[in-house]
């Protein structure tokens, strides 16, 4: 009989992250507690995309929050915490309240060696690439998309003759993916997921000035809920050696060995060899790349950036297995658009912390439409996009361009696991966005944007559907801290779940 697994128990990784973001605020040099108010009303002619009748609706969302940031000390982080209540005038059974979290801190329990890492995310975001609302669309409420991910990481760090440096970590992830009641688009139906993952490591990359080495290793087992017919583990480990032919340039060669049960139910394992390099050939570029031949075939990791005075690029290309979960977590980093955001900031508000420019890029970046699909499963994902902004006196212009193709890896076993890759052996994504602003006054700001986006399902069933977004509106500074705003919207959807939406949006954000 299969042992039901433990429930993850996420008021304690919340409490954490609150101690994370006030606790010790008497030594604190750099702190920020600062209350918030969100007022917004939104007008729209298809209330409910999936109703084949569209009804007119207006919705007023009231959103009392708090965003705190520590910068200095042992106690490292961010939290934004809003509670979101949205009322309707003529479908007030849809009336819905909810928390709505996102924060990451670090705890140095012991100086330079014992750290705690925590993070964590409360969002109602409909993650399906084929139906419903877009990812980031401010009136996706529905329960059933509700998703909460929390991470708790304790790591010890050491180091060891001149350059050599060591690691012992453990991460323990749990996701939750709200009603248990389950939708036709929503998250509620993917069920619950717990993961464990040990990770040891010890490298020097310039032991020997020209050559140096790295060992890794890791071991991770996921645990579901009943709705899955098993639990799956992953076990890697490698060895990297170092060629350092300049102070700017490396090269790496990697050999080692991989197992997981993913596909298979008896597991299946294989050697891993590979190679790659870093180059920072000026203090605002850096480009990495690495190659490698895995179970699941090749998979790669590719990384560009470059930063201007006036302008930031990103590029990125990765396969690897991922879930959910780790997307949702830190899967983000990794996407171009975010980094972009993040490089802007860096240009534009060099006064910012680190943490505050990754906050606000974060925010920024899960605002925004993004590439997304429905899954408790793991899968191979395969990655390629780009984005570049420019920002000028007046002007700022961003484009972004991304394909995505993630195939599943339990056809052969026969896993029960809710979401899309239940239905498609693959989903592939290709999207494009483009956003410009213009600073019509030192107060008032125009902005437009752009989003046109395709995403195909193949397997035992095929599923297209095509969206677009456009977005026109101005923004106004009201006073010192109050900010105002109106946006005109039109979505429109094409294919399986075909609909089209008109809102306009007023809002009003006040700090205190």
Partial sequence: ????????????????LFALAVGGTAQAQTFRIQPTLNAQLTWTDNVDVE??????????ELSPGVSMVRESGRLKGALDLRLRSLNHVERTEENTTYLALNGRGSFEAIENSVFVDVDGSISRDNQSSFRGRLPGDALDYDEDNEVRVFSLAPRYVFRFGAGGEGRVSYRERWLDSGSSGGGSTGSGSLGDQQSRALGVGLSDPAALRLFGWGLDYSRSETRYDERATRDVEQEVARGTLFINLDPQFRLRAIGGYESNDYAIADGESGQIWGGGFDWYPTERTAISATGERRIFGNGYDLSLRHRMARSAFSLTARRDISSLADEIADGFMFDPAYQVLYQALTSLRP?????????????????????AVRSNAYYVQRSVGASWTIDGVRNTLTLSVQRSDRNSLDTLSGFRFGGELENYDRVSTRSASLSFSHRLSGFTTLNAGYVHSKSTGSGSANDETTRSIARLGVSRRLGANTDGGLTYRHTRADGSDAYTENAVTATLGMRF
């Fill in 351 to 371: 006064d910012l912390s680190e943490l505050e420019r990754s906050r606000l890029a974060l925010e920024a970046y899960r605002n925004g439409s993004r590439d």
């Fill in 1 to 16: 009989m299969r042992p039901e697994p433990a429930q993850p128990r996420l008021l304690h990784p919340l409490a954490l």
């Fill in 51 to 60: 109703d084949a009748d569209p009804q007119q609706d207006w919705i007023l």
